[in-house]
């Protein structure tokens, strides 16, 4: 009874924030609310209309880069055509970035793309943390793109949205299970945090190793970061742009950081396997950690890492053969489910109901999506299918002609079978549909 009467209040806060704006924010960010301010340290204008909000990050500043906020289709791809496009910014050179939604009134997941553009005399980069000293910022070319995704835009401004390699290569790996959607990026953001030795991405900013001027404060987050970075240095890869453009199309290409792909883009170089057993374990405590590296920032080298401390732990968990597809999650609430519904003939509503993970407090993360892609199945049945249809990812549509009344439609969820990422409760529930 305490728990579900904890969940009830929860959801009641909830649904009270939407009147001021932070209903989204508390939905869809896993363990971010407090720290966006942290992540961006500049002040919001709130004069300057409804925005996307965040900092883009290799574990140093991503600087003077080209912003894109980019909407998803109804078939969970992303729209790709720039007049469509809901947004566009550059980061500042501490790698914030701050983007006005065009269209205030588009609900559903936004896809924030960064690009390079070295036009008009104006250089993108990165600050490296694998080559502090020796080289700091590595040149970000229109070819070398990360991503980030914001779950579900609610028509309020947003902060957090945060875009690293990792958080790329989330989106990436999504697309090759399906395409974009709350549920898809929740799963793949967690199976690439736990990849990596990482408690989460969302919501996380790495620590600034190469000293850029950029803001975060999640050590373990930017020590990845060095050893990937030292991964590519140890291969011979000199921009490190490439090599993480190539991690983020080896997840496009089968799902997993094998180095299916090949080649390292724009080089002749062997994309290498990030799951085998310690390459990044070695990369890191040998090379980045090693007492006589100039191009390591601060200390701790290897030889005074404490037992027991979150970079040993991290170490250790960076040390065997990793399966990304080894992890399972747990679903235990649904969210977002509409009582009842005024359609009128010849309209159509979009569902967008949440299986969530639930850690406590206004934290969670969510894993199923019945507006779009994932591993979680949304089946609706109509109690009158000639007035009122479902169609693809959760679309309720009144056709015209329909007859008006009093309708209903029962969506059952469930966890899809033949797959291992989300687990969870099966469940029925009724939407009540009015056809005026």
Known sequence: MKRLFTLQTLLLAMLVAACNGDFDQR??????IGEGA?????????AGGVFVRGTVSLGGAVRFAQVTLRPVRTDGSMELDDTKALGSTTTFDNGIYQAVVRDPSYRGPIVVEVRGQNVSGVVSDGGNPATFTTQKFHIMSAGHVLYSVLPMFDGYSVSSVDVTPLTTCAVTRGEFYGGVSAGMFGIMSQNVAQFFGLSALRGRVPVDLAASGSFGKDWNYAYVLAALGQVARNVGVANVWDFYLGMSRDCRDDGLFNGSIGLVPNTGIAMPDLGAANILRDAL????LAPGNIDRLRAPDNTSIAAGSDLDNLI??????????????????VLRLPGTLRIAPGQEYATRIFAVEY?????LETYGDSGGPGFVDYQFVSSSPANVSVTAF???????????GTYTVTVNIAPAVAQTFVNGVVSSHIITVIVP
């Open 316 to 333: 250790t968990s960076l040390t065997p053969v990793r399966n990304i597809n080894g992890f399972t999650y747990t679903y235990d609430f």
């Open 285 to 288: 405590f040998d090379d980045y």
């Open 359 to 363: 850690y406590g407090g206004i934290a």
């Open 394 to 404: 959760g679309r309720i549509v009144v056709p015209l002609g329909a007859t008006p």
């Open 38 to 46: 942290e992540s961006t340290a500049t002040t919001v204008n709130p």
């Open 27 to 32: 939905v869809d960010v896993a363990r971010v």
